[in-house]
């Protein structure tokens, strides 16, 4: 099992910032691609940011510019800063982790979620 446990969602005023952070644990051998989605009421839910073990990274057009993915391998963590926040920007915010448990399985696992709220 591998476990993912996200932190960091508040509530916020458009224009602000806030740093979601993700940590995963368990049976993990190596750890792939790590991201962000999010899923606002009503909506589907959809990609906000990606990052591979080797820091590449592809973001969402409507996040570009505002968001930075990263992460410490080391801590099998990723982070997401968010900056000049909107309020089209509140949503769940999950993070996603796809990578082997050991030589033989692999693993996608979700995290249960964070609320970020921006207020107008």
């Known amino acids: 099992q591998v476990q993912l446990v996200e932190s960091g969602g508040d509530l916020v005023q458009a224009g602000g910032s806030l740093r979601l952070s993700c940590a995963a644990s368990?049976?993990?051998?190596?750890?792939?691609?790590m991201g962000w989605y999010r899923q606002a009421p009503g909506k589907q839910r959809e990609l906000v940011a990606i990052i591979s073990s080797g820091g590449s990274t592809n973001y969402a057009d409507s996040v570009k510019g505002r968001f930075t993915i990263s992460r410490d391998n080391a801590k099998n963590t990723v982070y997401l800063q968010m900056n000049s926040l909107k309020p089209e920007d509140t949503a769940v915010y999950y993070c996603?982790?796809?990578?082997?448990?050991?030589?033989?399985?692999?693993?996608?696992?979700w995290g249960q979620g964070t609320q970020v709220t921006v207020s107008s």
């Open positions: 996603n982790a796809d990578g082997r448990r050991d030589m033989y399985r692999v693993f996608s696992s």
């Open positions: 368990g049976s993990i051998f190596s750890i792939n691609v």
